[in-house]
């Protein structure tokens, strides 16, 4: 059960117009979440106070939750509590919610905030909307009638609303179906009635993209850059695209590859690794509010025995207990001390790394005063910059080893070939110039 140890309860987040999130106080707040949006119906309270303790111990902040089951692509077995009461036919009765299914998630919210987490949870999965694939592969239950769309969104979002939670009012959409927008929408408004002042977003699928009503609608951008193993310069394309949507606002990769996941038409899974690559390429492309992390096996909450739906396509899952301790979370912990330390949030994207090499990602201040480039290889890099009078050091970010780089300062200066096979970032700031 929860300890009796309290922590400092989430700050109040609002958008700073420089893409990022603000505390009531105006600190920058780097959002650094893990993907758990099975966690209601499949975790205990027992198991979710371990699950608590080793994320507050990595450095996340917040969680991605699922308020209903991802009813396609889940891990399944007689213990799931169901959020809604059988009809006469045995199917879910989406007018007739389960108060033990609510009262448990509510129990849980309470305990990840008491922890310092900022609850961030999803309203309507896109296997609730008609016409989706997801609806159609789903197992569990057919779509949410339309009528009952805004009542749930609404109860939902009074059962939370004392947590201060973020929403992100659609799961995986791509709006495939015409019945997506009038769903969504209906849910989104029901939700700002309820929480006025609450962030809302939409988490799109790879394929998904904002209708201009959203774009209007929403307070960030939720983008996926996904799992499969051809797409993977994504996390840094799709932060410049929604980078520069006519509106502006700040944009996060809330699903990069999760660790452990299988590379769809491959042999092989996602390492930590791919997880350092899409974080550092997604933040320095655009997406600098966060990062959002996942395990194969935590999101689902996986455990021995369970039948998760997909193994043919992503692999089996790892018990949740196994995958929250693979490597990456570490590393998207470190990422975030690192954009803290160095004030990343006054960076936005710069063209200043010469070459055509666009795995290698770059952002700066507006005076140039700081500097951050992440390079996934060791290749000598040239930039547009003299970096004369920089303190310049480059990390060896598969070991956290902090290192001297070479460099040779010129107009068009060198920053020489690290000496480690590892992925790295190199970091430069102006030194003010001496008086004496």
Same mark, same amino acid.
């Given at each position: 059960m929860m300890s009796q140890q309290m922590h400092d309860q989430p700050p109040k987040l609002a958008v700073h117009p420089n893409g990022y999130l603000v505390t009531a106080t105006g600190q920058p707040f780097f959002y650094l979440a893990d993907t758990v949006w099975m966690a209601f119906p499949n975790l205990t309270l027992d198991e979710w106070a371990r699950y608590l303790a080793q994320r507050r111990l990595q450095g996340f902040n917040a969680l991605q939750i699922s308020i209903l089951p991802v009813t396609h692509d889940t891990s399944m077995s007689p213990q799931n509590i169901?959020?809604?009461?059988?009809?006469?036919?045995?199917?879910?009765?989406?007018?007739? /919610?389960?108060?033990? /299914?609510?009262?448990?998630?509510?129990?849980?919210?309470?305990?990840?905030?008491?922890?310092?987490?900022?609850?961030?949870?999803?309203?309507?999965w896109c296997s609730y909307a008609p016409g989706t694939r997801c609806s159609e592969h789903s197992p569990v239950a057919s779509a949410m009638p339309f009528d009952a769309v805004a009542p749930f969104a609404a109860f939902a979002a009074e059962r939370f609303k004392r947590?201060?939670?973020?929403?992100?009012?659609?799961?995986?959409?791509?709006?495939?179906?015409?019945?997506?927008?009038p769903y969504y929408m209906a849910a989104l408004a029901a939700v700002r009635a309820v929480c006025p002042d609450a962030l809302l977003t939409m988490?799109?699928?790879?394929q998904g993209d904002l209708p201009r009503e959203f774009i209007d609608a929403v307070d960030f951008y939720m983008y996926q850059s996904g799992h499969d193993a051809n797409t993977q310069h994504q996390p840094y394309t799709f932060a410049e695209k929604f980078a520069a949507y006519a509106v502006k606002r700040p944009v996060l990769n809330s699903e990069p590859p999760y660790e452990g996941h299988g590379r769809i038409g491959t042999?092989?899974?996602?390492?930590?690794?791919?997880?350092?690559?899409?974080?550092?390429?997604?933040?320095l492309s655009g997406a600098k509010m966060g990062i959002t992390y996942g395990a194969h096996g935590v999101w689902s909450c996986h455990k021995r025995g369970m039948n998760f739906l997909?193994?043919?396509?992503?692999? #089996?899952?790892?018990?949740?207990?196994?995958?929250?301790?693979?490597?990456?979370?570490?590393?998207?912990?470190?990422?975030?001390?690192?954009? #803290?330390? /160095?004030n990343l949030f006054a960076t936005d994207p710069t063209a200043i790394v010469l070459g055509e090499d666009k795995e290698i990602r770059a952002a700066a201040s507006a005076d140039l005063a700081t500097i951050a480039i992440y390079s996934p290889y060791a290749f000598d890099i040239d930039v547009a910059v003299d970096l004369t009078g920089y303190r310049c050091v480059l990390i060896d970010l598969a070991t956290r080893r902090v290192m001297t780089p070479?460099?040779?300062?010129?107009?068009?200066?060198?920053?020489?070939?690290?000496?480690?096979?590892?992925?790295?970032?190199?970091?430069?700031?102006?030194?003010?110039?001496?008086?004496?």
């Open positions: 169901d959020p809604f009461l059988p009809d006469a036919d045995g199917n879910w009765d989406f007018s007739a /919610y389960n108060e033990a /299914y609510f009262a448990k998630a509510e129990t849980m919210v309470e305990m990840a905030v008491d922890q310092g987490f900022t609850p961030v949870l999803g309203v309507l947590f201060n939670p973020i929403f992100f009012i659609s799961g995986d959409t791509r709006f495939e179906s015409p019945q997506e927008a988490h799109l699928h790879p042999r092989t899974r996602f390492n930590a690794f791919d997880i350092r690559k899409a974080t550092w390429q997604s933040l997909n193994a043919h396509r992503s692999f #089996e899952p790892f018990t949740w207990e196994e995958a929250l301790l693979l490597d990456g979370s570490w590393d998207v912990g470190f990422a975030r001390w690192l954009f #803290e330390r /160095y070479e460099v040779q300062a010129s107009e068009r200066s060198r920053i020489g070939m690290s000496r480690v096979n590892a992925d790295t970032l190199f970091l430069a700031v102006k030194q003010p110039i001496s008086e004496s």
